[in-house]
């Protein structure tokens, strides 16, 4: 199996891919596409990847790209660590709190991109509707997740390991956030799957 990822190894959908791999006990190689020099647009990667982005996932015959898509398929395919719930309506909660983070807070994103998260601070303040998404942010968590529970559907899954991935952009900028959604997503920071994927040796901007 191979994975193409970011060459810098700071996408977040990568990232979730690459975790989803390490919990299920995959074998896999992982291969770098240079986003910046357009490496995604390469005749050799656009021959494998029909949308021409990372992550892209090749298992045997089968070229996927949507980290979601990839890793709803790792769990239906492989045995393992479960990465989402079992129960429908939790895995749907799961499910919507990762769309959720690929669709909104734009300004989060665009201010608080993952360059923040392995590379280093921005020394730029929030804007207003940076503010406002991070304050969106805050509201929907905290009402997800359960008064001192470790995960947010009962037992871990792929939608706590965005969620601290979004407020990492946040907690490693020095930005304010709540303490409990701060504990929360150091914790999920420890597992050691993200802790795998955030200790890589990146090359220099």
């Given at each position: 199996?191979?994975?193409?990822?970011?060459a810098?190894?700071?996408?977040?959908?990568?990232?979730?891919?690459?975790?989803?791999?390490?919990?299920?006990?995959?074998?896999?190689?992982?291969?770098?596409?240079?986003?910046?020099?357009?490496g995604?647009?390469?005749p050799?990667?656009?021959a494998?990847?029909?949308?021409?982005?990372v992550?892209?996932?090749v298992?045997?015959?089968?070229?996927?790209?949507?980290?979601?898509?990839?890793?709803?398929?790792?769990?239906?395919v492989?045995?393992?660590?479960p990465?989402?719930?079992?129960?429908?309506?939790?895995?749907?909660?799961?499910?919507?709190v990762?769309?959720w983070?690929?669709?909104?807070?734009?300004?989060?994103?665009?201010?608080?991109?993952?360059?923040v998260?392995?590379?280093?601070?921005?020394?730029?303040?929030l804007?207003?509707?940076?503010q406002?998404?991070?304050?969106?942010?805050?509201?929907?968590?905290?009402?997800?997740?359960?008064?001192?529970?470790?995960?947010?559907?009962?037992?871990?899954?792929?939608?706590?390991?965005?969620?601290?991935?979004?407020?990492?952009?946040?907690?490693?900028?020095?930005?304010?956030?709540?303490?409990?959604?701060?504990?929360?997503?150091?914790?999920?920071?420890?597992?050691?799957?993200?802790?795998?994927?955030?200790?890589?040796?990146?090359p220099p901007?």
């Amino acid at each position: 199996m191979l994975l193409y990822v970011d060459a810098q190894y700071v996408s977040p959908y990568a990232m979730s891919v690459f975790v989803a791999l390490k919990e299920k006990g995959i074998a896999f190689d992982m291969q770098t596409v240079d986003l910046e020099a357009g490496g995604q647009h390469a005749p050799g990667f656009a021959a494998q990847s029909s949308t021409q982005r990372v992550p892209t996932l090749v298992d045997g015959d089968l070229c996927l790209t949507e980290s979601s898509a990839i890793t709803e398929y790792l769990d239906e395919v492989y045995p393992g660590t479960p990465l989402y719930p079992y129960e429908p309506k939790l895995k749907a909660r799961a499910r919507q709190v990762q769309a959720w983070l690929r669709s909104d807070l734009l300004p989060i994103r665009q201010e608080r991109s993952s360059l923040v998260v392995f590379y280093g601070p921005s020394e730029a303040p929030l804007s207003a509707a940076a503010q406002a998404a991070a304050n969106k942010l805050f509201a929907a968590a905290q009402a997800l997740l359960a008064e001192d529970a470790e995960h947010l559907c009962g037992t871990w899954s792929l939608a706590d390991v965005d969620l601290a991935m979004m407020l990492h952009r946040l907690i490693l900028n020095g930005d304010p956030v709540p303490p409990r959604l701060r504990a929360y997503a150091e914790r999920q920071w420890q597992h050691p799957a993200v802790q795998a994927w955030v200790r890589r040796e990146r090359p220099p901007l």
